[in-house]
């Protein structure tokens, strides 16, 4: 058997579990259903997210600019009151520890990697405090449960989410040949498209540049999707108490009704609201069926869960499957377990927060907060807060990175001298303070035989170790670094 | 400067050093000790905006909400950002001068393309695996130290480069430490960042656990000052992909080159007179349309400037084949075009830094293309 499917496709197995006797079926089963939230603490919606996020953009842009214009230091301590009130430093450490929560002590580690790998695939950059409110719910919300839909579902879910609509601009682009951008040159006003989420569209979320598509087909793609704005209808010019931080609508007023030319394929728009709405869901629909787009993703996956360098063997099986299901992202995934079963033994370098959860679960490291429950009126306590300490020290906070194409699946990407020592620098920090002493010989023989399959080699190899440094040893070791 | 925090959160700002020089060292080799900067503009820094081209009031008819007011002057036909007024002050003193209407050979408009490209100094994106500088840093025979905790594509080459960036975590006993070095011999990578780990001076474990922009720039000043401290140093600057509230002068674009700014600001005053022996240099993947959009942005464009700065520069001038903004000139109707490969000017750069031959680093770096050698237009050689 090859154990270490159980941390290639989840986070390893923890001491209180056992060997799965069918490894493909326990996986599989995983990912066919949207699992239930083993999280017990308190968690928030998406709408009660945003009502946070908008009160917390209303009362700084509108209210403290205004009424500490004159003084700096009074803005500031306001300003760090509302923080306080709207949960800006609590939220994400909370979205962390539910992360890792559902994938250490959840029924469903399997589909907390698919989640893990799509929200980087649909990433949201560090930009407006997102990471703060909004990625956690989005996370949750948007995208685990398209996750048991079609591929095109899954777009286009998420391209009309406010998360990325907000994230890429598109409340700011106004179709040339829309009714607004008429009524803008009757006032001597040019209006255009911001290209920014069409592009993105097209780059990191479909075809990706191997498709050859040209800035023609980035103008039409962002006509398709002017109109899809966080804007109340007709808000005229009153300020909405919530900012940007209302639900996106499709405004027709905004929408460039074409024709449009994208990838080859011509689109004329019926007359009417519906048929304008409707263009984005079919240019998708065609997008996420071009072999571009299929072998763009599939081979994503494959260097995601299986090898840095997966072989067309493994790849096209992906694409058979997803062609063959026309997208059905249950036969995807399943087809991509089934590859990396079959290819267990091709190794894969880890992203620092996977091996930080495959560490916390096969240690049984006590972890969580006992509660983590907010006054929202002072700091949020350290202990609340550590989560981000930690992913901050190994490089990888995953609700921010810096760039909408996410955080990199390369090797080169991460490893380097400082990522190493931050690794191995937070196993010794967590040994000197005593959080590893219950990790003795029985518990980490338990470990290896449920994790690894060369059980003698490693037990060798930490033979040698002194200064009880076994468990230190073993997480730093290249079995669990590559998997 | 008021340093907002937001701006400036692990990632959003690093700092590399490179190319430490032997230890032995004799006077000429002081004398002689050039530092190369590089500051890496991520978003695409728009050149119109940071030096604009003041003729005819193009940018005042196609930018209405966002064209910068109360100008630096720089000559009869560019002026600066008003918040780039450190590197006007540098101007002022001829140390500082501007390439414009340049760009990577690059016109795909794409960021992740554009910044492997920018990085890698190739003509195909992802082709190759190691970044400009890092090859003119293993054909100058110099090693690598980068103050960063990821390893830009920039800088990665042959040779066995470190990486380094402060935190309060410590290594485990040299038992362990023998132990590991020994376990990760058949894993290459491993090994290669683990034995460059474990060879790191006393030295580097006690730098402050402050990683803002301010901090990192006096960083990388003291180093560059030292006899024996690196020779290169890299800063990535984020945030210029100003689709929205680009803004005027106050704007987000604005306040990225303020960053910039106080880049050349505290290196000018952490270098002292090593200054003389110094180059500074921006990079970024493309410039931005000429004309602004509905969200007070621009969108992804081509042409762009380059800022240049430090004693190595020949004389205050603003380098450019310039092409013009009106319609008929621009870049597929719609972004200034590019006139001067810009990697004729990083080749040119690392000529001078490194004392090594033009030809020869165009041959081993830019292996594709003959480029300008502009080392007697731009330096002082």
């Known amino acids: 058997m090859n154990k270490s499917f159980f941390r290639k496709v989840g986070f390893g197995l923890g001491v209180d579990e056992s060997i799965p006797s069918d490894p493909l079926e326990w996986s599989i089963s995983q990912i066919e259903k949207l699992p239930k939230l083993h999280w017990s603490g308190p968690i928030y919606s998406l709408k009660e997210m945003m009502e946070f996020h908008g009160k917390y953009n209303y009362q700084d842009r509108r209210v403290l600019r205004k009424k500490f214009k004159n003084s700096r230091k009074d803005y500031k301590r306001a300003k760090k009151l509302l923080k306080y009130q709207t949960g800006h430093y609590y939220f994400e450490p909370l979205w962390l520890y539910i992360r890792h929560n559902e994938a250490i002590n959840g029924s469903s580690p399997v589909f907390q990697r698919f989640l893990h790998f799509w929200g980087n695939h649909f990433a949201i950059q560090q930009k407006d405090a997102m990471y703060s409110y909004d990625v956690g719910p989005y996370h949750r919300e948007i995208i685990a449960p398209a996750m048991l839909k079609n591929i095109e579902d899954l777009v286009y879910d998420v391209t009309i989410s406010w998360a990325m609509i907000h994230n890429l601009d598109n409340s700011k682009s106004i179709g040339p040949n829309s009714p607004r951008a008429f009524k803008y040159s009757t006032r001597g006003k040019s209006a255009n498209l911001n290209e920014n989420h069409g592009r993105e569209l097209l780059e990191l979320h479909t075809v990706s540049p191997n498709a050859g598509y040209t800035q023609n087909d980035v103008i039409d793609m962002s006509k398709v999707m002017s109109g899809w704005m966080h804007r109340i209808p007709k808000m005229s010019s009153k300020i909405h108490k919530r900012e940007e931080n209302v639900p996106v609508h499709f405004i027709e007023e905004y929408h460039d009704s074409g024709p449009f030319n994208i990838l080859g394929k011509k689109y004329v728009e019926s007359f009417g609201t519906k048929a304008a709405r409707e263009m984005l869901r079919k240019v998708i629909k065609d997008l996420v069926k071009t072999p571009a787009c299929i072998e763009f993703i599939s081979k994503k996956l494959c260097n995601h869960f299986i090898t840095q360098y997966p072989s067309d063997e493994i790849v096209n099986s992906v694409i058979s499957a997803w062609k063959n299901s026309k997208g059905d992202l249950k036969i995807i995934h399943s087809e991509v377990l089934k590859q990396a079963y079959k290819f267990s033994y091709l190794k894969k370098f880890q992203q620092p927060e996977t091996w930080l959860l495959q560490f916390i679960k096969m240690s049984g490291l006590d972890y969580f907060p006992k509660d983590m429950t907010y006054n929202f009126e002072t700091m949020i306590p350290r202990d609340k807060d550590r989560v981000r300490r930690i992913c901050r020290n190994l490089g990888q906070l995953p609700f921010r990175p810096l760039q909408p194409n996410g955080w990199s699946d390369f090797e080169e990407d991460w490893l380097s001298p400082e990522f190493l020592f931050r690794r191995i620098g937070i196993l010794n920090a967590l040994k000197q303070k005593g959080k590893l002493i219950h990790l003795d010989k029985s518990y980490l023989d338990r470990i290896i035989e449920l994790n690894f399959d060369n059980v003698s080699e490693i037990k060798t190899f930490l033979e040698k170790v002194n200064n009880n440094e076994e468990s230190v040893a073993l997480f730093s070791s290249k079995w669990m670094l590559k998997t | ?381």
């Open chain 2, 1 to 381: 400067m008021k340093i907002n925090r937001r701006q400036f959160t692990l990632g959003s700002t690093t700092l590399l050093l490179s190319g430490m020089l032997p230890l032995k060292v004799n006077s000429s080799m002081i004398e002689n000790k050039k530092n190369l900067v590089i500051i890496m503009l991520r978003g695409a820094m728009d050149g119109l905006t940071s030096v604009p081209y003041i003729h005819d009031n193009i940018l005042e008819k196609v930018r209405p909400d966002i064209v910068v007011k109360k100008l630096l002057d720089l000559n009869s036909d560019f002026s600066l950002h008003p918040k780039l007024s450190g590197f006007h002050k540098l101007w002022k003193s001829n140390e500082a001068s501007i390439v414009h209407a340049t760009n990577i050979p690059y016109t795909g408009r794409s960021h992740f393309d554009g910044q492997n490209l920018m990085e890698s100094g190739g003509t195909i994106p992802y082709k190759l695996k190691t970044g400009w500088l890092g090859r003119g840093i293993d054909v100058a025979g110099l090693e690598g130290l980068s103050i960063s905790l990821p390893m830009p594509l920039l800088l990665r080459g042959k040779a066995n480069q470190d990486n380094f960036f402060p935190s309060k975590l410590s290594m485990p006993t040299r038992n362990l430490v023998d132990i590991l070095k020994h376990h990760y011999n058949d894993e290459p990578l491993l090994k290669k960042s683990f034995d460059k780990l474990i060879s790191r001076p006393i030295s580097m474990t006690k730098a402050p656990n402050n990683k803002n922009l301010k901090t990192l720039a006096r960083i990388a000043g003291s180093e560059l000052k030292k006899i024996n401290g690196p020779r290169v140093a890299v800063f990535e600057v984020f945030g210029f992909d100003t689709h929205a509230a680009q803004g005027g002068a106050d704007g987000e674009h604005g306040q990225k080159l303020k960053q910039v700014d106080y880049t050349f600001d505290v290196l000018k005053k952490t270098l002292g007179n090593t200054f003389k022996n110094t180059l500074i240099i921006t990079l970024t993947e493309f410039g931005r349309t000429l004309v602004q959009n509905n969200g007070y942005g621009t969108e992804h464009g081509y042409g762009t400037s380059i800022l240049l700065g430090g004693g190595l520069v020949k004389k205050s001038q603003v380098y450019a084949d310039w092409p013009g903004i009106k319609n008929k000139n621009l870049f597929e109707g719609r972004d200034l075009n590019s006139t001067l490969d810009a990697r004729s000017v990083y080749c040119s750069a690392m000529s001078v830094c490194f004392d090594t031959d033009f030809q020869l680093l165009n041959k081993e770096v830019f292996p594709d293309k003959k480029l300008n050698d502009l080392t007697n237009i731009l330096f002082k050689v």
